[in-house]
């Protein structure tokens, strides 16, 4: 008998060269219409690399490159539908159109995402990722 665990999903926190970051609206609940980074459930036999770059091409139409860890997001409540851990991956793709696709309702490169409502625990996700960022522009 298999133990009861987290669900595994991924999220991709996706810059552009102009420092926008890419967002989806969603379309289903929880957070029907809010902000969201692109993500998703990770599938049998997938790495959590390859989720994420396919959740973020599916529900923006944008191929993400040079994907790194941000980090691992387990927080039992994060998901109003039950425990579930992310694992968040940081990179870049190009300037191009964002086209929403699979789960999203619109997809768009976002400059100023803290006047936005964001899902889940995204908007702290976003804090750590730009904090890397700054940090590595920095040299240190």
Request: proline fraction near 6%.
């Amino acid at each position: 008998m298999r133990p009861e665990t987290p669900l595994l999903t991924v999220d991709g926190v996706i810059f552009d060269a102009r420092g926008r970051v890419l967002l989806i609206r969603r379309r289903n609940p929880p957070f029907q219409h809010c902000y969201a980074l692109p993500g998703g459930f990770v599938e049998i036999g997938e790495t959590v690399e390859a989720a994420c770059a396919r959740e973020v091409e599916e529900e923006t139409g944008v191929r993400p490159r040079s994907l790194s860890l941000l980090g691992v997001y387990s927080d039992p409540g994060r998901d109003p539908r039950g425990h579930t851990v992310s694992v968040v991956f940081v990179g870049e793709a190009e300037d191009g159109p964002a086209l929403a696709g699979s789960d999203a309702e619109a997809a768009e490169w976002v400059r100023d995402w803290r006047a936005l409502d964001l899902a889940f625990d995204h908007a702290g996700i976003l804090n750590d990722a730009e904090a890397l960022r700054k940090k590595r522009s920095s040299g240190e």
